[in-house]
């Protein structure tokens, strides 16, 4: 997920959380039980499509013979025959060895794996409502074979011994790095306590869980609340037709008289651009601020507070002195010190940058005021959307309706995403009609190497349907792996605008970032060139894994990668340079004040989640303004992206100690593009060298070392200061 550019919200890419596979189901809430069942028992035989592996070239799935009814005998007999190749590696009575237990693990789970990338794909990109009910019926399943695997102590015993041995097995650094992970991940699970200590970790989990659950809900119902209402409509004035329509509408569906004007997620709310009566702007903007803080049924303060607790206490009990610690050691940045010092760093570039936007906030009202009855006002949180809204209308603004003729999306996927790619490392592509696709918009090419050998499958899903998710992302429906033969397939999904039959689908500059994006990530996924699955590709780690997708968004202005796709639709001509100077320019608007609420958030989360186990509860008000004075975030015009107490992310989200992996990625991949510039630029040898000293390695080095040495030493935060803004540009 990226909350930067809208356009990329949702992105995924799936990351590693342990080699054993089951990790990578992202939002399988293990809380979800149900006990519906799919359907009735089938029996799972040959005539299943997932019995035997795909004798499509790559072993791409058989979409046209797969069915819905399929999937769940496929992912029970996927899970029973794990469990079982788990079992015989656990009991066997040969002594412990790498091959026989590392090794072997790796290659158990075969058929869930063929299986659950293929269900995936299609509840993520084409689902239904058979499909839903299998994935609520298998989501407990999965999470407590998961379980089951993690925490067997016998497998823990044999993969232990193995560790400690592992300094004289003559392992080559992958194989080593496997070894060190998956201890590291049965040890982060809690397989080396005591079972005493263990059943104290089960019940701080369940109460985790308990907490999330109700934080969810609470905050739910807190949005709902807090929704602005009103049946006077003067009180909107300056929203369109279509807006007001909304607002009806949505006071309708609460069978409420005049508008309801509902919470988005974010401590800013977008209408307020739009609203000109200030009064309006204010009361919901504080509807906003306070929605989860009301004293009533709805207040998540306590949930809060009590969840930093017991997070603090769960890493006590795992013998770290608190939550972020424990999260961190198997992230890129391995300390909480690392991150609080690369959000220190941004902040005194942010602020000022932010402070000479409110600056002109300022101006502009009180020229705009001056004379006027209630004279000029200083300038508050809610006025921020209003007034910089006028800002970036007189000196930023574009035309969308002036640039999509520009951006076609074929033209743009083979003259820009394909272009760079080859001018970068050489590959080629070739679209094939042969291969079954799980919806009929669906395109697959095939991808070649500089020599000429097979590489990958590719398939891209672009348009928007009612039965996909939102945003984009990327995936394998095979994962590359030397040890078991296989080759990546991958997929591209987004949600662009489908265009009527015949008509050109024309893209925003935001759609076509959007492109190259997610062909990054796919780039991680179809060069990686391992031995062992579970490292391979985009399964990293949170503060890494949008880095390869993120630097791949720069050749989408690089000139000359730009000049070769902008191209009108139907005169072919150019785009003119006022036009690209303009869209350029328009990536800088509101920079500081978006980094700084941002870097506030951030700051939330890590001073929540470096608590030590016997620190007091916290009044969360309290700590939210010391944690931001102390570091120079408290702000009254910009508050924090979100507040604590309707901090989605780090509370039921899975980003707790993780929402700074935004911005450390985003270092990453600037600092990255900057190198590009500093070595010649778009060349085959700089991107021969970045393949393969990063791409291809996947998860097969320590990340930081893997990026430093291909760096050539620590990322600075320079390049990002600059690609947004916030430091003059010098000359080149
Ligand atoms: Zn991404």
Avoid at 86 to 105: G, K, M, Q, R, Y
Avoid at 385 to 401: G, I, P, T
């Amino acid at each position: 997920m990226n909350m930067l550019r809208p356009a990329r919200m949702g992105c995924v890419a799936s990351m590693a959380g342990t080699s054993i596979l089951l990790f990578a189901l992202a939002g399988w809430a293990p809380g979800a039980h149900s006990q519906a069942s799919a359907g009735a028992a089938q029996t799972f035989g040959p005539e299943n499509p997932f019995y035997a592996s795909s004798t499509l070239p790559f072993h791409a799935p058989a979409f046209d013979k797969i069915k819905d009814s399929d999937y769940q005998p496929a992912i029970d007999a996927g899970m029973a025959g794990q469990l079982k190749e788990v079992e015989a590696i656990a009991n066997s009575s040969a002594p412990p060895t790498f091959d026989n237990t590392i090794v072997a693990l790796e290659k158990s789970g075969r058929l869930l794996d063929r299986a659950m990338e293929a269900f995936n794909c299609v509840t993520g990109a084409n689902t239904d409502d058979a499909l839903e009910k299998v994935q609520e019926y298998e989501a407990p399943r999965l999470a407590a074979t998961n379980d089951a695997i993690t925490l067997n102590p016998k497998l823990f015993a044999r993969i232990k011994a193995v560790y400690d041995e592992r300094a004289s097995l003559g392992l080559d650094p992958e194989s080593l790095r496997l070894l060190e992970w998956d201890y590291r991940e049965f040890v982060h699970a809690g397989a080396n306590l005591s079972p005493a200590d263990r059943e104290k970790l089960k019940k701080l989990n369940e109460e985790d869980s308990t907490l999330e659950n109700a934080f969810q809900t609470k905050l739910l119902a807190a949005a709902k609340a807090g929704a602005y209402s009103t049946d006077n409509g003067g009180a909107l004035a300056g929203l369109s037709q279509e807006q007001l329509a909304a607002a009806e509408q949505a006071a309708q569906g609460r069978k409420q008289k005049g508008w309801v004007v509902p919470l988005q997620n974010t401590t800013q709310q977008p209408i307020l651009t739009d609203l000109t009566d200030r009064a309006t702007r204010q009361a919901i903007f504080e509807n906003s601020w306070n929605r989860a803080e009301r004293g009533n049924g709805n207040d998540t303060r306590a949930t809060i507070a009590r969840l930093a607790q017991l997070r603090a206490e769960k890493a006590a009990l795992l013998g770290f002195p608190n939550y972020a610690g424990w999260v961190l050691t198997d992230q890129m940045a391995k300390t909480p010190q690392a991150a609080i010092d690369f959000v220190n760093a941004l902040t005194p570039a942010a602020t000022a940058k932010a402070a000479t936007e409110a600056k002109d906030i300022q101006a502009l009202i009180d020229k705009q005021e001056s004379g006027k009855q209630n004279g000029g006002f200083q300038l508050e949180p809610w006025d921020w959307e209003f007034y910089s809204e006028q800002v970036r209308k007189a000196k930023y603004d574009l035309d969308e309706s002036e640039i999509k003729p520009y951006f076609e999306l074929n033209n743009v996927l083979e003259n820009g995403v394909f272009y760079a790619a080859n001018q970068l490392y050489g590959i080629t592509f070739k679209e094939r009609h042969d291969l079954p696709v799980w919806q009929p918009d669906v395109r697959v090419f095939e991808v070649f190497d500089a020599d000429g050998k097979p590489l990958a499958l590719i398939y891209f899903d672009y348009f928007k349907r009612d039965n996909k998710n939102g945003g984009a992302w990327m995936d394998n429906l095979v994962q590359e792996s030397k040890l078991l033969g296989t080759l990546p397939v991958v997929y591209n999904v987004a949600n662009f605008e489908k265009p009527a039959p015949g008509q050109p689908a024309l893209l925003t500059f935001d759609d076509v970032t959007t492109m190259f994006h997610e062909f990054g990530h796919a780039l991680n996924g179809m060069f990686a060139d391992t031995e062992y699955p579970s490292l391979s590709g985009t399964q990293t780690a949170r503060d890494f894994v949008e880095f390869p997708s993120q630097f791949n968004e720069h050749w989408a202005s690089f000139p000359a990668v730009f000049a070769h796709y902008a191209h009108h639709y139907k005169t072919g001509a150019p785009m003119p340079a006022d036009l690209v100077a303009k869209i350029k320019k328009s990536r800088t608007f509101n920079q500081g004040y978006m980094l700084t609420e941002i870097l506030a958030a951030a700051k939330l989360d890590l001073d929540w989640h470096t608590l030590a186990a016997d620190a007091p509860l916290e009044d969360p008000d309290t700590f939210e303004k010391q944690a931001l004075d102390k570091s120079h975030l408290w702000i009254e015009y910009v508050p924090p992206r979100y507040r604590s107490s309707y901090f989605l992310h780090i509370w039921a989200n899975g980003y707790a100690a993780g929402y700074y992996a935004y911005l450390w990625t985003e270092m990453l991949d600037d600092a990255a593009y900057q190198w590009f510039q500093d070595h010649g630029g778009m060349t085959r040898a700089n991107g021969g060298r970045f393949r393969k000293m990063v791409l291809s390695r996947g998860n097969t080095e320590d990340l930081e070392q893997m990026y430093d040495a291909w760096l050539g030493g620590k990322p600075s935060i320079e390049p990002m200061l600059k690609n947004r803004g916030l430091v003059e540009q010098t000359a080149p």
